[in-house]
């Protein structure tokens, strides 16, 4: 079956520290999204790509880097400049990014701080 | 500015009661209108959408949503809900390449 994949589902981040969140897609989608979601917020978009070796800012960029190397992967990379980022993170993919296309979601990863 | 409203962060139904969950949106132009279903601790599935046409839509799970032009509106019903429809429901609006998604209505199922 064709999905998203997001690993691990669960991930603690030290003080200073790097992490990285897989996600993994085999649905031939070209568009791919990284939201963030807290309690009460909805979701926010964090990164975008459109095609492989191109990718946007969303609304809150700040402390986190991705990256689009080949169509089917986009990693997220939440730095240390990333003060709050205790957050579940959800990954999606769609055909193109165009508004008519909709999303489909990986299950999601837990960050937490240790 | 654009935006997509939920105006119920919680709603609390009978099982086999039936349900309505509320969706505003405000742009310029008809969007095109989704729903979204979020089990705790899963990502979102796709319930349904409206691109144009037939302003009653049916989806999965038994779910139908019904777009109003004039109240700019989008709401999600089901006749009858069972307790597995305990969930997060999001409402969301794409428009001019951006997607935009509402902050979610909870749903409890009381047996």
């Known amino acids: 079956d064709g999905g998203i994949t997001q690993s691990p589902k669960y991930l603690f981040r030290k003080e200073g520290q790097n992490v990285t969140l897989s996600c993994e897609q085999n649905?031939?989608?070209?568009?791919m999204y990284w939201y963030r979601q807290d309690p009460g917020q909805g979701l926010r978009l964090i990164y975008y790509?459109?095609?492989?070796?191109?990718?946007q800012k969303g609304d809150i960029a700040e402390g986190y880097s991705v990256s689009r190397e080949k169509k089917e992967s986009f990693p997220l990379t939440v730095t240390s400049a990333q003060k709050n980022p205790t957050a579940f993170y959800l990954c999606?993919?769609?055909?193109?990014?165009?508004?008519?296309?909709?999303?489909?979601f990986g299950d999601g990863t837990r960050l937490s701080i240790l | 500015a654009q935006s997509v409203t939920q105006p119920d962060i919680h709603i609390t139904v009978s099982e086999g009661a039936s349900l309505e969950l509320r969706c505003n949106y405000s742009?310029?132009?008809?969007?095109?209108l989704f729903w979204y279903v979020q089990s705790p601790g899963q990502g979102l599935q796709l319930l349904l959408k409206?691109?144009?046409?037939?302003?009653l839509v049916q989806g999965i799970k038994g779910f139908e949503a019904e777009f109003k032009r004039s109240q700019s509106s989008f709401n999600l019903r089901k006749p009858s809900v069972h307790w597995s429809d305990a969930a997060e429901y999001f409402c969301?609006?794409?428009?001019?390449?951006?997607?935009?998604f509402g902050t979610g209505t909870s749903l409890t199922v009381i047996p």
């Open positions: 409206y691109f144009s046409g037939d302003t």
């Open positions: 969301a609006v794409g428009t001019g390449n951006q997607f935009y």
């Open positions: 649905l031939n989608h070209d568009a």
């Open positions: 999606a993919s769609s055909i193109g990014r165009a508004s008519n296309q909709p999303q489909h």
């Open positions: 790509s459109q095609i492989v070796n191109d990718f």
């Open positions: 742009y310029g132009a008809t969007p095109y």
